[in-house]
């Protein structure tokens, strides 16, 4: 049964095996990608999912150096984090028994790049702002819980707001 675009039964039997066994509930992401030292966009990667592959591409904006041929790095980050909290507020509408007859999200963070060219201290960003527009004969309370779920549950929400530690390796050959 699917409501809001959203598997409910398959997310419910999911959930009804990861209680059982928690450590299913753990996945890699890789994504592998080539700077183009040639021509055209900058940065390709050709990603791999359940039902096939896709190849992203990625240049810089003319001021940072680039052509401006294809999305930045920072709009596929924001894309990244909208459609994850996206998909969170759907999937825990749908496990809530709320139809949606209408949802768009926009998100907004600005951008400094004086930092990045050595000019400043100044922060790259100090925020992302998600905007939700839902039509659905829920109740506002019921929608607002799902908000709350989805601010303290979804992947991406914890990317920004959490200290993950990074690694870096450099092999040189």
């Not at 294809?70 to 028994?97: D, E, I, K, N, R």
């Not at 829920?138 to 709350?148: D, G, L, N, T």
């Amino acid at each position: 049964m699917g409501s809001n675009n959203v598997n409910v039964d398959k997310l419910q039997s999911v959930i009804k095996d990861l209680e059982k066994d928690l450590s299913k509930a753990k996945k890699m992401n890789r994504i592998e990608g080539e700077w183009n030292v040639g021509a055209g966009s900058q940065f390709s990667s050709t990603i791999q999912f359940e039902a096939g592959k896709v190849t992203l591409e990625c240049d810089q904006p003319t001021f940072l150096g680039g052509g401006g041929t294809q999305p930045g790095p920072m709009a596929y980050c924001l894309y990244g984090s909208a459609s994850c909290y996206a998909a969170t507020f759907a999937t825990f509408a749908a496990l809530a028994g709320i139809k949606l007859k209408k949802f768009k999200i926009v998100a907004e963070s600005p951008v400094d790049f004086s930092k990045v060219f050595g000019l400043t201290n100044n922060p790259i960003t100090e925020k992302v702002k998600f905007t939700l527009y839902v039509e659905s004969d829920a109740p506002a309370s019921k929608i607002k819980e799902v908000e709350e779920l989805s601010k303290e549950r979804c992947p991406a929400v914890y990317c920004l707001t959490n200290p993950i530690p990074l690694e870096t390796e450099l092999k040189i050959g």
